[in-house]
């Protein structure tokens, strides 16, 4: 996906919580998350409520949307355009 340019305009990545991330070998998840960091040089927030773990929030496909991060808390503000 980097190589083919989809995360040219991309300003961060967003991952829920997931009940498959379990460790591999002692590479654990989050440092799949700083390799992401480090690799594409955008922010990596992970842990938020979406996906496959309850509480779940629904992201509008094709909205634009405002995140916000602090002290290991956060909001997401969607605009429907």
């Known amino acids: 996906m980097k190589y083919a340019g989809w995360f040219d305009n991309c300003s961060g ?3 829920g919580r997931s009940p498959a991330n379990q460790p591999v070998e002692n590479y654990e998840i989050e440092d799949v998350y700083e390799d992401l960091t480090k690799d594409l040089g955008i922010p990596v ?3 938020i409520d979406c996906g496959h773990v309850p ?4 992201f509008v496909n094709g909205a634009s949307a405002e995140v916000k991060m602090e002290n290991g808390k956060g909001t997401v503000v969607q605009q429907f355009n």
Do not use: A, K, R, S
Not at 55 to 58: G, R, S
């Open 13 to 15: 990545i967003l991952f």
């Open 45 to 47: 927030i992970y842990d």
């Open 55 to 58: 509480p779940q929030i629904t």
